[in-house]
């Protein structure tokens, strides 16, 4: 089970980070990410992470602004979004992959999170 977090409202130019904790599982050999689903738009892929913390994959628009790490010895996968966008508002969800191989699609991850509302304002 995936527990998201850390979503709120906050300002154009401002910063949140973003929690993930799994619980009943170790996902230390699984790789994770973060996808987002905008009102009326399909959930795109945001960032990834590999069992290997240095391995990381970020989409377009979010590279240079958005960092995913994690901490396998929590359980726990972060997302750092620093330069908030209104193009950034969305819902927020962490998922687990059932493999150490990275991925940007969705239907690659089989066990996802609640999802946590980020809103940012212009």
């Known amino acids: 089970q995936l527990q998201a977090s850390g979503g709120g409202s906050v300002q154009a130019g401002g910063s949140l980070r973003l929690s993930c904790a799994a619980s009943?599982?170790?996902?230390?050999?699984?790789?994770m990410g973060w996808f987002r689903q905008a009102p009326g738009k399909e959930r795109e892929f945001v960032a990834g992470i590999g069992v290997d913390a240095a391995n990381t994959w970020y989409a377009d628009s979010v590279k240079g602004r958005f960092t995913i790490s994690r901490d396998n010895a929590k359980n726990m996968v972060f997302l750092q979004m620093n330069d908030l966008k209104s193009g950034d508002t969305a819902v927020y969800y962490c998922a687990v992959r059932e493999s150490y191989l990275f991925s940007s699609r969705s239907a690659d991850f089989g066990s996802w999170g609640q999802g946590t509302l980020v809103t940012v304002s212009s």
């Open positions: 009943g599982r170790s996902v230390s050999r699984n790789a």
